[in-house]
Nanobody, 122 residues
Framework: QVQFVESGGGLVQAGGSLRVSCVASGSTFSAKAMGWYRRAPGKQRELVATISSGGTITYADSVKGRFTISRDNAKNTVLLQMNSLKPEDTAVYYC????????????????WGQGTQVTVSS
């Protein structure tokens, strides 16, 4: 099964930027749609961005215009560039492969990694 290793989190002041990375194992990465999720303290995990195998991108309204998802299939990597960070972006960030089911929503399809902590101070 494909495994994911996230990195790049840290502590940043509000208004700052961070880039988190996810490296996937396995040879089928380029065929998979990928997503970045986050889980804030006391909240459910939420999907913040997706990128399909063909490069189609979606964002949650809460991050639109501030976050940019990209992928490098040669390196089995998906990136999330986060700008204009806010304290409410504080969370553990995870990546996973995603699939669309009958309700046309994206759902995680792989196992979860450890995630990477992003903390935004006010």
């Amino acid at each position: 099964q494909v495994q994911f290793v996230e990195s790049g989190g840290g502590l940043v002041q509000a208004g700052g930027s961070l880039r988190v990375s996810c490296v996937a194992s396995g040879s089928t990465f380029s065929a998979k749609a990928m997503g970045w999720y986050r889980r804030a303290p006391g909240k459910q995990r939420e999907l913040v961005a997706t990128i399909s195998s063909g490069g189609t991108i979606t964002y949650a309204d809460s991050v639109k215009g501030r976050f940019t998802i990209s992928r490098d299939n040669a390196k089995n990597t998906v990136l999330l560039q986060m700008n204009s960070l806010k304290p409410e972006d504080t969370a553990v960030y995870y990546c996973n492969a995603v699939v669309k089911l009958g309700d046309s929503r994206w759902w995680p399809s792989g196992s979860w990694g450890q995630g990477t902590q992003v903390t935004v101070s006010s």
